[in-house]
């Protein structure tokens, strides 16, 4: 436990603490541009400088270890001085364009060199020349604006274990990119745009949706439809100063009406669709396994978030089989809104341009995949990060803080909490056991408040076992039955689930997985930075979201009942076979 | 009295429900499909429907009550569905009368008791 003193105030850290840890625990605020919580401290940036008494040059502070004895000094004119030195030799070769660049007014450059008070750029040079590679359907990356601070490789290669980001050349040529100078769609990207969401400056952003959306909104022979992902509405009021994790339901749907979208629905209403569908199609595995004796596809995975999918897709091939056949809620709800509702106002698919707004960048890849097109046209066509959303109102001028709360439109806009919940790591799970156990039994999840604690939360890899009983008549063959269950988030979490699961260390039923750390919450379109305190708020607010619904399960949703009712007939039927299902494929592990 | 028409495939259904109803005293005739059911109700005006959900179709039952919700000689007659589909099609949820969708007065699931049979007739009627 070393003690030390950071500008005179003694601290006392545990061993291993690095200065800029112990002087941000205390308080005291060090810029940085290449620090990352819990992932990086590599020095790269070199804007955390600070003095350390008797050292002979200044100390990167997120590297250098606090000491017994040691006198750090954060604000001298030494240290002012260097950083302002640096910070101007980034802005020297940053090929920026401010006022047109997507990250202007949120860009971590921009504002590190205001606080430095930088008023003019002494060193002249070279600038690195801009080089864009739009070729993925989600991301865009331009070097021209890359610093080097390697946040989007460490993402990549330690948190999604992707590895599609490494730095190349050395020096002033130092590339951060793909391999050998591919594009990133010649590369194992999964486009969950965790890259996007850390870099600190507008080197890599996710493809604007904004301009196709304002076409369509102008277009008067066009209905324009939009769905919210749960997640975006505990993170959307962070685009406007409100704290993480503020709930902006009812503002989001007023925001979306004063934009000029036609009818206002909710994502919500396909997450129970899905779990209808996904619960049955377990429940149909389980019985093949267990009551026929057949080889049966488990554990079956859930297969809502989009990177997941392409990362089994690239690296674990051999498991396509077990991937959950249902589309994700973001597919289920153009197709729907496109077919049943299309059929409902008397419209056709063409009419209809839906707009998805998601937490995720790698939804825009999911809505161009080719068999995404089950109502006869794209069945989604333009997806807006929460990011992107929040620009949008802005550009309209919308007050979006003094908005009143106004509802979603119905139908395709009612929910249940478990739908909610699709937000969070562990969310699907629970929503499925919500809906699998009482079909099984007859009875209600047994836990406090529908709450499973044991797989929520945090931790990287969750597990939990139900050991069944009580069962109907029905399904008197899982009688006595222990389920295991999983949940990972993070595709590094994934990875280490997938390689227990090929080892036979592990075998469970049922796996949820979530691409992005904290699940959607923590999205690659969501509003920077999220840390992980950021993603308890939203977290947090999302369980206050499903906690104040009436209906808490998704086969308690009038509406899913009328939807199977009037359109769809059954789960698992022809109809929803054709319209809610999908299929993989095998792709190079590049 | 009332006048009680039964739509449904199921000859044997038919048969047994006719003999519930007839010992309470109910005058009742039927019909074999969904579309058969719906010319007879706007032919034959009678006080109560027992609509099967299965039959042209898997869900003809839950169009012919909204078919005869919209039709203005048959909207103000009272219609009960009596269906297996929810166990037929392992449904995970139970259908339930639904203003917006499902215009009828309750939703039973076969098989039904002789005693549910005719307390939900009665509510019905009364209704």
Known sequence: ?590 | MARILIVDDDQELIEATTAVLEEHGHKVFYACTGSEGFNMAKLEKPDLILLDVMMEHDSVGFEIARALHDDEATSSLPVIIITGVRKAKNLPFKFEPDEDWLPVKAVLEKPVSPELLIESVDKALKA
């Open chain 1, 1 to 590: 436990m070393p003690k030390l003193t950071i500008d005179g105030k003694p601290v006392e850290v545990v061993d291993g603490t690095t200065i800029y840890d112990a002087a941000r625990k205390h308080g005291i605020r060090i810029p940085t541009l290449c620090y990352l919580e819990s992932i990086q401290a590599i020095g790269a940036c070199r804007v955390c400088v600070v003095e350390v008494e008797g050292a002979r040059t200044l100390v990167a502070s997120c590297v250098m270890p606090a000491a017994e004895g040691m006198k750090v000094i954060t604000n001298s004119r030494r240290v002012r001085e260097a950083r302002r030195a640096v910070v101007e030799l980034l802005l020297s070769e940053h090929n920026g364009n401010c006022q047109t660049c997507e990250r202007n007014n949120d860009c971590e450059l921009q504002a590190v060199a205001f606080d430095l008070g930088i008023k003019e750029i002494t060193y002249e040079g070279g600038k690195t020349k801009a080089d864009v590679d739009s070729s993925t359907e989600a991301i865009v990356r331009d070097n021209g604006k890359c610093i080097k601070c390697r946040r989007c490789v460490a993402v990549c290669t330690q948190v999604q274990k992707v590895g599609a980001l490494f730095p190349q050349f050395r020096g002033f040529k130092t590339v951060i990119g793909p391999a050998f100078g591919r594009d990133l769609d010649a590369v194992t990207c999964i486009q969950c745009g965790q890259c996007a969401a850390v870099c600190p400056v507008g080197a890599i952003v996710e493809k604007d949706h904004i301009g196709r959306v304002w076409t369509a909104l102008d277009d008067p022979t066009k209905t324009v439809v939009v769905q919210t992902a749960p997640a975006v509405r505990a993170a959307l009021g962070e685009c406007f100063g409100m704290p993480a994790g503020t709930l902006v339901t009812g503002k989001m749907v007023a925001a979306l009406r004063r934009l000029g979208f036609d009818t206002v629905f909710d994502t919500n209403f396909t997450a129970d669709l899905t779990i209808i569908e996904e619960g049955m199609e377990l429940l149909s595995r389980l019985k093949k396994a267990v009551k026929d004796k057949k080889p049966a596809a488990l554990p079956q995975f859930t297969s809502c978030s989009p990177g997941w999918i392409k990362y089994v897709e690239h690296f674990y091939p051999e498991f396509i089989p077990n991937l959950s056949t249902c589309k994700s809620p973001q597919q289920m709800f153009g197709t729907v809104a496109k077919t049943y509702w299309a059929k409902k106002i008397g419209k056709k698919a063409e009419d209809i341009f839906v707009v998805s707004v998601m937490p995720c960048v790698a939804k825009k890849y999911e809505c161009s995949r080719p068999e995404m097109n089950d109502s006869g046209v794209q069945d989604v066509d333009a997806v807006l990060t929460t990011r992107e959303l929040g620009r949008m109102i802005k550009q309209a001028g919308i007050d979006f803080t003094s908005l009143p709360d106004e509802v979603v439109d119905p139908i395709m806009g009612v929910s249940s909490g478990a739908a909610d919940i699709f937000a969070n790591t562990g969310g699907v799970m629970q929503a499925a056991l919500r809906t699998a156990f009482e079909v099984i039994t007859g009875r209600e999840l047994p836990f406090e408040n529908l709450y499973i604690e044991a797989i929520a939360g945090m931790e990287g890899i969750k597990e939990a076992e139900v050991t069944i009983e009580g069962t109907l008549p029905e399904w008197s063959f899982l009688e006595g039955v222990t389920c295991k269950f999983a949940v990972a988030h993070g595709i590094g979490n994934a990875h280490r689930l997938m390689e227990n699961l090929k080892s036979g260390k592990s075998s469970y039923h049922f796996v949820e997985v979530m691409t992005c750390p904290g699940g959607c919450i923590g999205g690659g379109g969501q509003p920077r930075l999220t840390t992980d305190a950021i993603r308890k708020n939203r977290i947090k607010a999302i369980y206050k979201e499903d906690a104040g619904k009436k209906v808490r399960k998704s086969h308690e949703n009038p509406k899913i009942k009328q939807i199977y009712g009037e359109f769809l007939n059954m789960p698992l039927g022809e109809k929803s076979h054709h319209l809610l299902h999908t299929e993989y494929v095998s792709r190079d592990r590049v």
